[in-house]
């Protein structure tokens, strides 16, 4: 990608505010749209010289199009996460996530977009089937918030399709690293863990903890992000975006613990509807087709989130 301008929706959040960094370090100009729900101002505080903000909601196709304007490239972050919110609120999680969706993919048609990168979710396979997941499986989602991930990543498709709009969805596993939110009421189990474990306090474990997931650092994420953004043959393509492992939520906890020295106390509770029980995905067609390869691993991972977190700590 060259360094025209590129758009970042949700990008104050976690993952967004990840890839804002790596294109200002590769030179390219850079916009954000966010509204601030779930992504943090504090994420792009150190980059306000850097980076034009436009300040508005996925909902509002009038803000979309303004945030779009002159774009080459659009990644599309924003989101309203977690499966647990979506159960509780599925008409906002659908709005949000599905016709948010379809915004920024008719801004990107109108303003003549070369290329729309869109964050999908693993939480599209649900449970059953085989393991690893490979993205010519049938989908099988078990919440809303995979169900409006599912419908927003076969628009993109679609817009391939039907107008010639070149897409490229990614299916994320469990991301997790700096700058993810371990305040939020619907945050992620890394930052719980390493939060818990560090106080000395126990770590909540939502049914026995031998459910797995494809715990991926969020760098692996970012290149993924931006191999797709040029990579020649990509257009309509889905993509699985993943460390290619599994591991246990109970493992997670123990290695958490073994990092920082620290013991491991647990409570369960009943597992949450929504939830699948295992993740693990397949990313050959990944690797064939932008290149992908994941350099950072599962423990790496933990140790660069733990540093960080200590760092902001300190």
Known sequence: MSAALALVTGGAGFIGSNLVRALLERGHRVRVLDNFSTGLRGN???????????????????????????????????????????????????????????????????????????????????????????????????????????????????????????????????????????????????????????????VTIHGDGEQSRDFTYVSNVVDANLLAADADGAAGTVLNVAAGGSETVSTLAETIGRLLGKPVSREHTPPRPGDVLQSWADVTLARATIGYEPSVGFEQGLRLTIDHLERRAS
Do not use: M
């Open 44 to 202: 792009l505080l150190e980059l306000a010289d850097d980076v034009e903000v436009v300040e508005g909601d996925l909902r509002s196709y009038e803000r979309v199009h303004t945030a779009v304007r002159g774009v080459e490239v659009v990644f599309h972050q924003g989101a309203l996460g977690s499966v647990p919110r979506s159960v509780q609120d599925p008409l906002t999680s659908s709005a949000v996530n599905v016709e948010g969706t379809l915004n920024v993919l008719l801004a990107a048609r109108d303003e003549g977009v070369r290329r729309v990168v869109a964050a999908s979710s693993s939480s599209v396979y649900g449970d059953g089937g085989t393991f690893p997941r490979v993205e010519s499986q049938a989908a099988n989602p078990i919440s809303p918030y995979a169900v409006a991930k599912l419908a927003a990543e076969r628009f993109c498709v679609t817009f391939w399709r039907v107008y010639g709009l070149e897409t490229v969805a990614l299916r994320y596993f469990n991301v997790f690293g700096p700058r993810q939110d371990p305040g939020s009421q619907y945050a992620a189990v890394v930052p719980l863990f390493i939060r818990a474990i560090a106080a000395g306090e126990p």
